[in-house]
């Protein structure tokens, strides 16, 4: 607790000693279905359990959150009270990845405890009980059989408010915590926590009523089990899923990192390559999952230059002919390097000729025109462009306007006209608010022009790649800080 600021203390606290309030009743009524709370209090914690198994060789999947159909069945089956007691087991066995765990486990309680006694008096008080029919709620073999007589589909109103509820209560809580525990304002604390969380409550309700209605059904508890299953296996296959991608964007990070720790100059610049690459996707139609390669292509483009000696990623003085053909490898250092990793798909010929041109003067392969692969001359541009807009070690930035000028004049030469007209209409509709990960690279992200006037700065054709810094053999006529040096 000593990591959480007062206010966080406090506003935990109070969570606690309100679902405690809202459990109590149940602790000392004497006709609380023990059975059926013990029923389902262990099935959801096996629920919890059971979601956190990784498939062999996998570590545990996270961000699946907690499976809520059991604790809506409890809720449509059981009293208020008693409903909120279901949660509270599977609360404090859910996935927690951040510190501190305890505190984490004990709010989850609390804050499931009171959504679920919140939703268990929305859906009294829209006669949800009396809807889905009277009967032995008990396990099967009870003294009483279950009677079926569900009032469909009038009983789908009071199940639906009963999850709305749940979700608004789930909701103001978590905007509450990150307000007080993460300092943010108000404002802008539950942005997004709703409509984000909406639809699969719902669907987590329509489960869970399906869950209750069988399990007063002549079938009982094995036909409720039987309407669970194909959701929660497919929640679980979901969870491997985003486990999974998880790992694939923790392999990115560290690539990207790698290289920015290696390339003090152009730290950043991945990050900002992969976003005006994205941009010339979105505006060129790319369907979202091809648009998503773009990006990560344009993200790792550079990582080939972890095959690079860092004494000439960091010269500050111009590169001799020998020192520049050594540093035109990193394309190939690139794509040998990520030719293993199976999802990054058509993001690694991208790799391999984000530095060919279309005039065929580029490298490694001096490829031509429509030989150069789309993504390729995606990232071409947008490299082109961040590359322009930063300071560097050997140019000062440029203003974005007169970077998309300079890309005008060197399309169809150098570049790809179709990809530089999307880049300047991408920029003119939606403005260029690039991603800052670092002090030491400066970004011009309007119109001014830098210090000096932007006198001397280099220009895009003057050397065969567009990603060289000036050679000693050339110094009046530096190349552009382009794509990739």
């Not at 997004?192 to 699969?200: D, Y």
């Not at 970077?403 to 005008?408: H, K, Q, T, V, Y």
Request: net charge positive; charged share 15%; with cysteine.
């Amino acid at each position: 607790m000593r990591v959480l600021p007062p206010g966080a203390r406090a506003y935990i606290l109070c969570a606690v000693l309100a679902a405690i309030a809202c459990v109590a009743p149940a602790l000392t009524d004497s006709g609380t279905p023990w059975a059926t709370v013990a029923l389902l209090a262990v099935l959801y914690l096996g629920c919890e359990l059971v979601k956190n198994c990784p498939l062999p060789g996998s570590r545990v999947p996270e961000g699946i959150g907690s499976f809520f159909p059991v604790v809506l069945a409890a809720v449509f089956l059981l009293p208020p009270a008693a409903a909120a007691l279901v949660a509270l087991p599977g609360g404090l066995a859910g996935t927690v990845v951040q510190r501190p765990a305890r505190v984490r486990r004990v709010w989850h309680c609390a804050q499931q405890s009171m959504a679920a006694w919140v939703a268990g008096q929305t859906y009294r008080l829209l006669r949800g009980p009396e809807a889905l029919g009277s009967g032995g709620s008990g396990p099967p073999g009870a003294a009483d059989p279950p009677v079926w007589v569900a009032d469909f589909p009038y009983v789908m109103l009071p199940a639906a408010a009963a999850a709305v509820a749940f979700c608004l209560v789930l909701t103001a809580l978590d905007g509450g915590i990150l307000a007080v525990a993460e300092r943010r304002p108000a404002a802008t604390a539950w942005r997004g926590l709703l409509t984000r969380s909406l639809a699969p409550h719902c669907v987590h309700g329509l489960a869970g009523l399906m869950m209750a209605v069988m399990w007063r059904s002549p079938y009982g508890l094995p036909a409720a089990l039987l309407v669970l299953l194909p959701m929660y296996i497919s929640c679980w296959v979901f969870a491997q899923y985003h486990r999974e991608r998880a790992a694939h964007r923790a392999t990115i990070r560290a690539l990207v990192q790698a290289v920015d720790i290696k390339d003090r100059y152009t730290r950043g610049h991945s990050e900002r390559v992969g976003q005006a690459s994205a941009m010339i996707a979105r505006e060129l139609g790319m369907a979202e999952d091809r648009l998503e390669v773009v990006r990560i292509a344009g993200i790792l483009h550079d990582v080939g230059k972890l095959g690079v000696p860092t004494r000439l990623l960091r010269k500050d003085g111009p590169l001799t002919p020998d020192e520049r053909r050594i540093i035109e490898l990193h394309p190939e250092y690139g794509h040998e390097m990520v030719r293993g990793i199976g999802f990054l798909g058509e993001a690694r010929s991208a790799i391999l000729h984000h530095h060919e041109r279309v005039d065929g003067s580029g490298y490694p392969y001096g490829l031509t025109g429509d030989q150069i692969p789309v993504l390729a001359r995606v990232v071409a541009v947008a490299d082109a462009f961040d590359a322009m807009t930063s300071t560097r070690s050997y140019s000062r930035a440029r203003p974005v306007e007169v970077a998309l000028a300079e890309l005008a004049r060197c399309a169809g030469a150098q570049f790809d006209p179709a990809m530089v007209g999307a880049l300047t209409g991408a920029i003119g509709r939606h403005g260029w608010h690039p991603v800052v990960t670092s002090d030491d690279d400066l970004q011009v992200i309007s119109g001014a022009s830098p210090p000096g006037g932007g006198q001397g700065s280099p220009t895009l054709a003057a050397l065969p790649g567009q990603g060289a810094r000036p050679t000693a053999a050339t110094p009046a006529s530096p190349a552009p800080p382009g794509a990739g040096t």
